[in-house]
């Protein structure tokens, strides 16, 4: 068994022979997978050759010079292609009527039929022109040859009979054809000229068409703004153009006026009236089409202003008078960030005024001009949030005004922290502090300028009176004091019963006629701190930054805000000191509903150098810390003491001559209070001629009846 297995193995044993034949080459394919071993080997070594092709491929598309080579190339060949454009559009509008109708589409879009009208007839004579024009072609080879067969013979006629004149005179038969051999010899060397620049010109010609293509697409800009060179690319700040203007309006997001400029023609530039200089910036008038309001335009200015490549301060959205049209000024980048210069004020040690004829150099506009502002007979209200410049810009008027020696000033501050301390030796009455005594006082000094008021009213017509301006500065404070006296009438709040309210609305319904106007300053206009009626008492309105449109709408009201005044729109802290005025007092355009004014900043030191200046002038004043409470009155002593030596007075003089005595205490009276304080004593007044009059000689008993009742009583 052993031995069988043993063969068998022997048997089943292969030797393997030498294979002398050559391996067949694997092809690889995507079938054919690679050999494991290999692939790794492969991938690593082709990986790091591909990264650094990559860098290279990278670092040389975005060098430098690769970069500014594209832009390079990019630019003019788009100059070429531009030019091509450009010109074969002038073309085609010069040989068809494709610019009238352009035109008309745009008049269309705009909404205005007459312009339709007026660019269809021109059409039309354009086409009849065209057509004879065309007419004219069909006769036109029989005419040329006719003028060259005439021509030719006029031309061999007169050289043949010049060729004779020559022969007579120098006797000489062989000079007769002369001029007609000149004649063919110039004809031979044009041509043979003609020859010799003809390879020349045909050599050029493509190359001189290739530039002229380029420089009309460079004169016109076709190449867009990422191919210009960096100094010439579009930036914040870039100068306005029409292209820009029409660009920045169409992408407002307003659909009707976005299709509107796609379906003009001209791409929207008929919208636009000139651009011009103003100021520190440019001015342009906007055309709306039809379908798009100017309110849409208005409340979409910080989108305008960020198109135009601007900031939202730095443009300014008005309606202009024609309808359906906004004007746009922008300013330059970064000019309204630039101070404006110190107050002429400060320049001018001669500085004199008038406050009647004068304005006051207030500051200036956007545009760079002087804003001039009249005060003249005009109530004043100046508001602002805190820290704005709002006292600033008054107490400015103020010392320009008190250049007029005529003028009276009686000054109430309700902050007290001696911002109106120049004032001193110029005003008659300076009040200073925030309490509600501070109110209390500032109360009584309205009323006794109203009592003033009543009393000028009286006067006979024509009577002239010196100008009486009565300024609260912080009049919030007033507005919203709880403080009463002592028959319970509050002096402050913004109620009716508020006396000062009353006071203040007094003089503006009827202190303008006699010289009496108010001027106020205040903070956050609300119905609490600045009631509707006081607020809307005030011929000049002015408002500095402003924390909403509701206030700015009280402020100025709102019509001017409406009209494009956005005081709320300034930037707190950064536009100190700018006011936008609504109101009589300043110049406004036509349609113009308001005026922006950076006003001149007069710092402490220079207002007490004019003050100086204004009291050596007026040769000082004597100036009452506040107005004191009258002592309470006694009519019949002051009955007794205006009727003086007249036996008898008409009551109506009575009244007006008490009046004048103490107008805080009589400027109300009527004849029945007369008659009531007159009949209590047995002095009632009695009739003469049909007038009414008081008799001197039963007030005088009345009066001595009354001290002997006195006198009984003490001794008693």
Known sequence: MTDTATEVADVGTVHRLDDHRQPVPVQLTKDVPVPEEAAPAEAEALAPALTRAARRVRVIATHDHTVTAGRLIARHSLYVAGGAHILARRAWDGRTAARYERMMRTAEAAGNPEAVTEWEERGRQFRAARHQRRMDLLTAPQRIAKAAAVGTAATAGGALGLGVVLAIAESNPALILAPVMVTIETIRWAVVIVMFIWGPAVWLAPWLAFLGLWNTGRRQQTAPAWALPAGQRGTDGEPITPSIVVTAMRDLGIGPLKNAIKGMEDGGAGMLSPIVLAGCGVEVEVLLPSGVST??????????????????????????????????????????????????????????????????????????????????????????????????????????????????????????????????????????????????????????????????????????????????????????????????????????????????????????????????????????????????????????????????????????????????????????????????????????????????????????????????????????????????????????????????????????????????????????????????????????????????????????????????????
């Open 295 to 716: 309110e849409e335009v208005m409340n979409r200015r910080r989108k305008l202003a960020e198109n135009l490549g601007r900031h939202e301060h730095e443009v300014f959205v008005t309606k202009a008078q024609a309808a359906r049209t906004v004007n746009l000024w922008i300013a330059d980048s970064g000019a309204l960030d630039e101070p404006i210069g110190p107050s002429p004020l400060v320049l001018d040690p001669d500085t004199s005024a008038d406050y009647k004829s004068g304005r006051a150099p207030w500051g200036v506009d956007l545009r760079g001009d002087a804003a001039m502002l009249s005060i003249y007979q005009c109530h004043f209200l100046i508001t602002g949030l805190s820290n704005q410049g709002k006292t600033a810009s008054l107490r400015a008027m103020a010392l320009w005004v008190g250049h007029d020696v005529n003028v009276e000033f009686r000054v109430g501050d309700l902050k007290g922290i001696g911002d109106w301390s120049c004032m001193t030796g110029i005003a008659t009455v300076l009040i200073e502090g925030p309490t509600d005594e501070h109110v209390i006082a500032v109360t009584l000094m309205v009323e006794d300028a109203v009592a003033e008021m009543m009393w000028r009213l009286q006067q006979p017509k024509g009577t002239k009176f010196d100008p009486l301006i009565v300024i609260v500065d912080e009049a919030q404070v007033a507005y919203g004091s709880g403080a009463k006296g002592e028959d319970g009438r509050p002096f402050g709040g913004s109620k009716a019963t508020s006396r000062y309210f009353k006071g203040i609305k007094a003089i503006h319904d009827q202190g303008r006629a006699v010289s009496v106007t108010t001027w106020e300053g205040t903070q956050d206009p609300t119905n609490e701190n600045l009631p509707k009626r006081s607020r809307e008492g005030n011929h000049i309105r002015a408002a500095l930054v402003l924390g909403t449109e509701e206030q700015a709408k009280m402020a100025l009201g709102a019509k001017a805000i409406d009209g494009g005044a956005a005081p709320h729109k300034l930037r707190q802290g950064l536009d100190k000191g700018v006011v936008v005025v609504a109101g009589d007092g300043v110049k406004l355009a036509p349609g113009q509903s308001s005026l922006t004014i950076r006003t001149h900043y007069i710092d402490d030191t220079a207002a007490d150098e004019i003050a100086e200046r204004i009291k050596a002038r007026r040769a000082g004043a004597t100036t009452q810390a506040a107005a004191e409470p009258a002592e309470e009155a006694d009519p019949l002593v002051d009955i007794a003491a205006v009727l003086g030596d007249a036996q008898r007075m008409r009551t109506d003089e009575v009244r007006q001559r008490l009046a004048e005595r103490n107008p805080a205490e009589y400027r109300e009276w009527t004849a029945s209070d007369l008659t009531r304080v007159l009949d209590a004593v047995d002095a009632a007044p009695y009739k003469s001629s049909g007038i009414m009059h008081v008799s001197r000689a039963r007030v005088q008993e009345a009066l001595n009846e009354r001290a002997e009742d006195t006198a009984e009583a003490d001794d008693e």
